[in-house]
């Protein structure tokens, strides 16, 4: 999986991701969508690693017209955003001549029913008690989580082009925080699968446990597909 750290220019053994964003490193990030579009996703998510100690998510939501930051420590993520936002412009310098006229935005699909089942499940004191359900997780290019609206267009929506009226977000105060210093792998991890699903992120610290398990059991049964 790509990480935001490969957006700037890092030299090596440094950790300090205080660089320049560079296109360079991340231009082969739309060669692994299909059709090389990455304006025909419901979203583009990226894990990103904050020093070699800190697991975030950056996330365009491409068709809202808007990039968010999803930070288990409550980070605004600023340059990450920004960075993402960037790429993003220099995607659409692609497909400036292969444009058609703009559409109203779609609604946000609904979740899937297995994923509010076990949202539900989450939520409920006997959540511990279930047998594990493994949750389905929707990936998709090695950099991104996404989801295709159909084929991918030769073509792309010219106001999803204009990149610079876009907008960025740093960590909402709804998003679920973690108490502790070691769970931030299993948030961005669950951060991603609910964004990439357009399940509400409705679940907590006292969720972890579970969703290690889950985790678990998916990988060993094959269902991270």
Not at 16 to 32: F, G, H, P, Q
Not at 45 to 56: Q, R
Not at 166 to 178: D, E, H, L, Y
Request: glycine content about 8%.
């Amino acid at each position: 999986m790509c990480g935001a750290r490969q957006m700037f220019d890092v030299q090596r053994g440094d950790e300090d991701i205080s660089r320049e964003y560079l296109y360079a490193r991340v231009s082969r990030w739309s060669r692994k969508v299909p059709g090389g579009n990455v304006f025909a996703l419901d979203k583009f998510v990226v894990p990103t690693n904050i020093n070699n100690s800190h697991w975030c998510c950056t996330v365009a939501h491409v068709q809202e017209r808007r990039i968010e930051y999803y930070d288990s420590y409550g980070g605004l993520g600023a340059k990450f955003c920004n960075g993402l936002k960037r790429f993003f412009a220099d995607e659409a310098k692609k497909w400036a001549g292969k444009v058609r006229g703009g559409c109203p935005r779609r609604p946000r699909r609904p979740a899937d029913s297995h994923v509010l089942t076990a949202l539900a499940a989450h939520s409920s004191p006997e959540a511990t008690s279930l047998k594990p359900q493994a949750l389905r997780w929707h990936l998709g290019p090695p950099c991104c989580l996404s989801r295709l609206r159909g084929t991918p267009s030769p073509q792309v929506d010219a106001s999803l082009l204009d990149v610079a009226s876009w907008t960025v977000t740093g960590t909402a105060a709804s998003t679920p925080r973690q108490l502790n210093g070691v769970d931030c792998g299993v948030f961005t991890s669950y951060f991603a699968n609910f964004l990439s699903a357009g399940a509400p992120l409705r679940f907590s610290q006292a969720d972890i446990p579970l969703f290690r398990r889950r985790m678990t059991l998916d990988i060993l049964n094959k269902q991270v597909d």
